[in-house]
Each structure stands twice: as C-alpha cells, then as structure tokens.
C-alpha cells in the first residue's frame, strides 16, 4: 500500500455549539474516492475542512489532518495558498457562481498558473491552451466570457483551472447537479478520465449513487455529520446499511414510474449502524 493522500481522524466541523461533522474518519489515495448522503449531512463541509475553507465562527479539529504528511491545521494562511490548487484543487457545483463574469476564461486558468508557478507568458499560454484541450474545450473558448458558455462548458472550464497545476488530489463537489441527465455523464466521464490519466486521487461528492457506483471504487456514506457507512462503490445496489439502502431506492427513474418510493424512517438511529455498504 502506498502512502495516502489525505489522512482524517476524528475530523469534526463545530458551529457555536453545533457539530456539523461529528468525528470523521478517511483516508483519500490516488483512488477515486465518494463522499454521498442527503442535502445537510455535512459533505460539503467536510470538503472545505480539507480545503482550508471554513468560515468564521465555524471551528475545525481533528486527531489528525494531513496532506502526505503536512499537518493541515498548523498551516498559515499563505501555506494554505500554497498548497491549495497546487496540490489539492478543487471543483465547485455551479460554474455560474464559481467563475469570475468579468474575466475570460483563459485570464482565469493564466490567474491559477502565476500563482504558483514562474513561467514566461509564452510558456503561461502554452499551458492554458493545453489545458483547454484536455478538457475538451476550443481554443477559442480562451477568449470567451462564463456568460457566453453552457453549463458543461463552464464546468469543464472550471476543471482546467483545476487540473492546470498538476495537483496530487481533487475535490469534487457536486460537479454535475447542475446538469442533465447527458452531461452530467459526460462531465463525469471526463472527470475520472483526467485524474486517472494523471494519477491522482479523487473525493467526489455526490447525491447521484449510480454515478457514483459506476465510476468510483469506494465510497463513505454520511447521515447528520457522521460517517455511518463504507465500502466497494460498485456494490451499492447490494447496500445492507438501512440509511444507504433507502439512499439507494428512492431514486426516481422509469421502472419506478408511478409507484410510491420509499421514505426514510428517521425514528432510527442510523448513526449506531456499523454494516457495510460492500
């Protein structure tokens, strides 16, 4: 086994008083890797703790919380814009809020390279285009503005900002709910293809468990901030956990046309279920 990615234990996420991740424990490789649960379960929150990202009066622990072997919590603010799209970079939900309006989409991914990096301005557009590329964007799209793309195009933009650095892990946060159902396959496709190709390591975040079961290897399931169920994502549809199982079959689709989908029982404590999702 090589050395993980990202090690988290006994991450917790405290709001005035109010845990919203309670005690989580991963570990992240050059895997692809599912963080999935209902709105509200703290997934999301969990990926700015591993990003450096949480507000004010949000406070952030753990027993441990390493990159390799950086301790993420005794990191200084201009360590973390170091390290942050670098070696870990991250892709948000909605490229109509994550993108800047006012600055071309080549600016953008050129802003991403000189943060980190020394280049010439050749070698800085070299790079930009090549990115572009990757992504399966025209080199026209160097000029254009977010609001003259679609919503694919965007997220791919946002993945070549991404990507540009050659980060070791990327976090990737609910990067196709703003799609249909074609896209959202495709986005994902190019996703995976890319941190594979590279060999990095990937945490997606997820309410869509086909996908989820169909491109990753593993995947962690989240109920009220805790981590209540793992294992082999492509063993979903066989989930024994009671949480994950109604996560599973309550997705609408056309066998289920017509018929009443299952409603979770919140009268169980499912955060004291130990099953596994393999």
């Excluded at 970079?89 to 006012?102: E, I």
């Excluded at 650095?165 to 703003?178: K, R």
Aim: aromatic share 4%.
């Amino acid at each position: 086994m090589t050395e993980p990615l990202l090690t988290a234990h006994n991450l917790s996420i405290d709001f005035n008083g109010h845990k919203v991740v309670d005690n989580l424990s991963l570990t992240i490789g050059r895997e692809k890797v599912a963080l999935v649960g209902e709105s509200g379960s703290g997934k999301s929150m969990t990926a700015r703790a591993l990003m450096g990202l949480v507000r004010k009066p949000g406070i952030v622990s753990a027993d441990t919380l390493c990159y390799q072997r950086t301790p993420l919590l005794q990191l200084k603010p201009h360590q973390w814009n170091t390290l942050r799209g670098a070696e870990i970079a991250m892709v948000l939900q909605d490229p109509r809020y994550a993108l800047n309006p006012v600055r071309s989409i080549g600016k953008q991914i050129e802003e991403s390279l000189k943060l980190h990096n020394a280049l010439s301005r050749a070698d800085r557009h070299e790079r930009v285009l090549n990115a572009l590329a990757a992504v399966g964007l025209p080199e026209s799209s160097y000029h254009s503005y977010p609001g003259q793309l679609s919503g694919g195009m965007g997220q791919r933009a946002m993945l070549a900002i991404a990507l540009v650095n050659s980060p070791q892990l990327l976090i990737a946060d609910e990067p196709t709910s703003a799609l249909d159902a074609r896209l959202r396959n495709q986005i994902l496709d190019l996703i995976v293809e890319q941190t594979a190709r590279r060999n990095m390591g990937l945490l997606l975040i997820s309410h869509d468990l086909p996908l989820v079961a169909e491109h990753c290897d593993r995947v962690l399931v989240m109920y009220q901030g805790k981590l209540v169920d793992q294992g082999i994502a492509a063993n979903l549809p066989l989930a024994t956990h009671p949480y994950t199982r109604t996560l599973w079959a309550c997705r609408p689709s056309a066998t289920t046309y017509g018929q009443e989908l299952p409603v979770l029982d919140r009268s169980i404590d499912f955060t004291r279920s130990e099953h596994g999702a393999d």
